[in-house]
């Protein structure tokens, strides 16, 4: 099973910052849209940010002015900058892909997901 594969959690302070990455396998050829969901503990994972080939995006209302999404279409890799990060985010970070190739068109492919937990 192809797997995007992330970078970057860890443990900081409110307040502090991190930075996500995720890269796409070269067997993923064509990408569309990227971004980011997360998942605290008994909860939904929610969408936190994508964006799209041209550089669109999208954030959740949580995280606006907080969080800038990034992306390089040569390396197929998406980044996540975290600022003025809270106890709330605290969550696992899930990147996704979403395939628009010939033979896979539409697939949404997944990172193994890293955990951020932010103190108070």
């Known amino acids: 099973q192809v797997q995007l594969v992330e970078s970057g959690g860890g443990l900081v302070q409110a307040g502090g910052s991190l930075r996500l990455s995720c890269a796409a396998p070269?067997?993923?050829?064509?990408?569309?849209?990227m971004g980011w969901y997360h998942q605290a503990p008994g909860k939904q994972r929610e969408l936190v940010a994508s964006?799209?080939?041209?550089?669109?995006?999208v954030y959740a209302s949580s995280v606006k002015g907080r969080f800038t999404i990034s992306r390089d279409n040569v390396r197929n890799t998406v980044y996540l900058q975290m600022n003025s990060l809270k106890p709330e985010d605290t969550a696992v970070y899930y990147c996704y892909a979403d395939s628009s190739g010939v033979t896979d068109r539409g697939y949404r492919y997944w990172g193994q997901g890293t955990q951020v937990t932010v103190s108070s």
């Open positions: 964006i799209i080939t041209g550089g669109n995006t």
């Open positions: 070269g067997s993923i050829f064509n990408i569309n849209t």
